[in-house]
Each structure stands twice: as structure tokens, then as C-alpha cells.
Nanobody
Framework: QVQLVESGGGSVQPGGSLRLACAVS????????MGWYRQDPGKQRELVAT???????NYRDSVKDRFTISRDNDKNTVYLQMNSLKPEDTAAYYC??????????WGQGTQVIVSS
């Protein structure tokens, strides 16, 4: 069973930064797509950023130029660097992985709170 374990969440003031990490129990090169989603209570889960095996990244418009997704294949870890955080970025952030066979995996989530 594949496990995705997020870390790095916390509370930060507006304008601050956090770096999320997603440690995966399997070689991440076996996944065709990895990414981060977020969800606020009462709202739908939304895509934040994805990165494919070739390193091509995709972002939702509201985080472009503020967030950066990256991957370290040697450490089987995917990161989300979040800068210039805004209160509307407050949510639970979930790591996501999609295999060659279209199996999808999720982490348990890590909470991010942006508040003054």
C-alpha cells in the first residue's frame, strides 16, 4: 500500500512563507503525476499545483508566482514552497499521486492557517 505523508503545515501571518513536504513510500518516478490539493471546510477540494515525471508544473491561477512545486526523486518527496501567503490560502493541504495505471493516492492532509 502506498503511503503519502505530508508535513510542514502550520500558522503564519499574511505575507509569510511555508514549505510543505510529501514523503512517499514508493519510488515517485513510478507516478505519472503528483500534486497538491487543498480544501476548506464546506468547500470542494481544489487543485493547487501538479508536477509530472518530466518536471513540468501546473498551477491554479491564484497561486501562480507565489507557490512553487518541486520533486526530489532521490528522496521520494514532493514539495510545495508557498510564499506571500494570504488568508484565502488557509486550508487543509493534501498530497496527491497518480500511477501509470490511473490509481490515485492521497495523503492525510496538513493544515495551513494564514492569519494576523
Amino acid at each position: 500500500q502506498v503511503q503519502l505523508v505530508e508535513s510542514g503545515g502550520g500558522s503564519v501571518q499574511p505575507g509569510g512563507s511555508l514549505r510543505l513536504a510529501c514523503a512517499v513510500s514508493r519510488d515517485i518516478r513510478t507516478f505519472i503525476l503528483m500534486g497538491w490539493y487543498r480544501q476548506d471546510p464546506g468547500k470542494q477540494r481544489e487543485l493547487v499545483a501538479t508536477i509530472n515525471r518530466g518536471g513540468w508544473a501546473n498551477y491554479r491561477d491564484s497561486v501562480k508566482d507565489r507557490f512553487t512545486i518541486s520533486r526530489d526523486n532521490d528522496k521520494n518527496t514532493v514539495y510545495l514552497q508557498m510564499n506571500s501567503l494570504k488568508p484565502e490560502d488557509t486550508a487543509a493541504y493534501y498530497c496527491y499521486a497518480k500511477s501509470l495505471y490511473n490509481h490515485e493516492y492521497w495523503g492525510q492532509g496538513t493544515q495551513v492557517i494564514v492569519s494576523s
